[in-house]
Each structure stands twice: as C-alpha cells, then as structure tokens.
C-alpha cells in the first residue's frame, strides 16, 4: 500500500513567487551599505522575503546575484525579494530621500534611538552597515534618524544579519501594528 504522506514536507499553503508579486508588499526598503560576507547578503535576502520587505539596494562592495555561495543561505530569496545595485549608497540614499522615503541607519550614535522604540514613517528604508566598520560617515550624514540595538552583554553589537532580522521584524510589526489601529 502507498501513501501520499510525505514525513517532513513543508505545508503547502507558502506563496509562490507569482502569488508574492501579486501581494501587498511592507512599504519599507533596506540598504546594505557596503556588506563584505555573500554569506550575510543571502541571510540579508532570505529575512527580507519572510519580511515581505518591499526590496533591497545592495551598494558598494555588497555582492549581487546570482551566486552559487549567496544561494547557500538565501534559499532562493534573491528570485522573490526585488533588489537594485547602486555603486555610491549615497546615491541610492538621495534616490530614496527624492522620493519621500525616510531613510533610518541602524547603528551606534550618541544620538540613536532604541530600533523597537523608533515611531517608523512609512514608506521607509532602513541601512545597516559593514561587519566591522558599520554604516559609513557619508551615509550617516543623509539619513534622517538613526536607530541602535541596546547591548546587554559584553559584545557591543551583532552580526549584521541578526541585527537585519531585528529591524525588518520590528518594522514589520510597527506596520501591521499601524494598519490594525486605522480607522
């Protein structure tokens, strides 16, 4: 006797990626200013897509695909998450800033504002930054808010993927949180 059961099948009830471009996305954009591990930029793109984030601006030396080592952990993200290359962030940055998107950098600042205390304007993109150097001088200075992550530990800051999932999380529930409350 055969069975249809399939032991540890994922449920079909997921999108398609014809049923993910017909979808409402979030209205919010991130920056990868200047990201150096293919690693982080496919983890970057899977999150995006779980998200539903509106798309990625991969900049600088933020590697692109299609790449067989970035599809380790993207999982095929980088076919449902639109996303664009910009040479200069900066140039996406006023791109985004002409277009009336508040620009948010996710990084340590004297000035930065708790990430899951940040009243979000949307549309909205949020930047984060090189594994060692984080969000660049020249992109500090366009935005128009920055945001940290509060350390609790001893290390003082996160990998750049885990703090991406953070932000696109808390971006999402400050959405969905606003689209509950409206009239």
């Known amino acids: 006797m055969t069975s249809d059961r399939r032991p540890f099948v994922r449920p079909s009830d997921r999108l398609t990626p014809g049923e993910l471009r017909r ?8 920056l990868l200013d200047n990201i150096r591990s293919v690693g982080n930029v ?14 990625l601006y991969l900049c600088g030396m933020t590697a692109t695909p299609p790449r ?9 993200a980088t076919g449902t998450v639109p996303w664009d290359y910009w040479l200069k962030p900066e140039d996406a940055i006023a791109d985004l800033r002409d277009r009336g998107i508040t620009v948010v950098a ?7 504002v708790p990430y899951d205390r940040f009243p979000f304007d949307f549309p909205t993109c949020f930047v984060v930054g090189h594994e060692v150097d984080g969000v ?4 500090l200075a366009q935005v128009d808010a920055t945001v940290d992550i509060t350390m609790a530990g001893a290390k003082k800051s996160l990998n750049v993927a ?13 959405w969905l949180s606003g689209r509950e409350s409206a009239p």
Do not use: H, W, Y
Request: aromatic share 8%; no cysteine; glycine share 8%.
């Open 106 to 112: 996710l990084e340590q600042t004297p000035d930065a």
């Open 162 to 174: 885990v703090s991406f999932g953070l932000m696109a999380f808390a971006v999402r529930r400050r």
């Open 23 to 30: 979808q409402d996305r979030l209205p919010a954009f991130a």
């Open 68 to 76: 067989p080592d970035m599809e380790k952990t993207a999982l095929g």
């Open 136 to 139: 660049s001088p020249a992109v």
């Open 42 to 55: 496919g983890s970057i793109f899977r999150t995006a897509d779980a998200a539903n984030l509106a798309g």
